[in-house]
């Protein structure tokens, strides 16, 4: 089977060019017209485009948010359609869902802020392919080599890591292993629809913090300020600050068994067990 990924230079598209050996990688740059030119052969096709979430959003930035997800899955989205591609799987994420709130994919209420405003816009280009689809809406990826855990692991095996704020907000994740058996399970059962690509079981920013520093035997005494926190990021500091419980109901109902499903076993297959 092959596959097309568009945002495959990315942190999750590297791992899935490992994972899919006969892949074909989409380029943002590409015309409508070329896609359609790589996509003959093509089974699958996999959607990873967007720029960096985790950015200071100033206005100019905000517009790349919008552009890089927006206009590239309306054009990737016209171009599978003229083709003869069989599956779409769009990535989304569970910033959609309002703060504060368990949900899992039949959860109708929206945040109402711009990354859920951007979330909606996002899945509504997606949708309009008229092939099978699966729009997978990704929580905090744990894998050492890229992605915000990658991105702080440093600080904590220094000693230097902390919880953001008081630690309250809930946080969802998924293991990179298990997200990769996730776009397996799908493609291979040709499953359609929404799936919350997060594991069963989300906890406190204040438990995720102190598994990790307990992981690597590190303190965690060193608390990120919200106040800080806003003057680094602006608007984009609600990436860091929400607290989204999110469930993966639909992938459970449909049989998938996670390999990782609590933060202990993720943190000991990603940091090895140093007991």
Not at 19 to 45: C, P, Q, Y
Not at 62 to 91: C, H, M, P, W, Y
Not at 181 to 188: A, G, H, K, T, W
Not at 228 to 240: D, N, P, S
Request: aromatic residues 10%; hydrophobic residues 40%; contains cysteine.
């Amino acid at each position: 089977m092959k596959v097309a990924i568009s945002g495959a230079s990315g942190f999750i598209g590297s791992h899935l060019r490992e994972r899919f050996k006969d892949f074909t990688v989409l380029d943002r740059g590409d015309s409508e017209e070329e896609i359609v030119k790589k996509l003959k052969g093509v089974a699958v096709v996999i959607n990873l485009s967007g720029a960096p979430i985790v950015q200071k959003w100033t206005p100019e930035y905000k517009e790349l948010l919008i552009s890089s997800r927006i206009d590239t899955t309306k054009k990737l989205v016209n171009a599978i359609n003229k083709s003869g591609v069989s599956q779409f799987i769009s990535a989304s994420a569970i910033g959609i869902y309002p703060n504060n709130k368990p949900c899992d994919e039949e959860c109708d209420e929206i945040a109402g802020d711009f990354l859920s405003d951007l979330v909606v816009k996002w899945e509504h280009e997606a949708k309009k392919c008229k092939k099978s689809t699966a729009i997978f809406r990704f929580g905090v990826v744990l894998a050492t080599d890229g992605g915000a855990f990658g991105t702080m692991l440093p600080t904590f095996k220094m000693g230097l890591g902390g919880t953001v704020g008081n630690g309250s907000m809930m946080t969802s994740w998924i293991d990179i292993e298990d997200l990769l058996r996730i776009y397996e399970f799908v493609i291979q059962n040709r499953l359609e629809g929404i799936y919350n690509v997060v594991s069963p079981k989300p906890i406190t920013n204040f438990a995720y913090t102190k598994a990790i520093g307990k992981a690597l035997f590190r303190p965690t005494f060193f608390p990120l300020s919200i106040i800080v926190a806003k003057m680094l990021f602006g608007e984009g500091v609600i990436v860091l600050t929400g607290s989204k419980e999110i469930y993966p109901k639909a992938l459970l109902d449909a049989g998938f068994k996670f390999k990782y499903p609590d933060i202990h076993s993720s943190l000991t297959h990603l940091l090895g067990d140093r007991r």
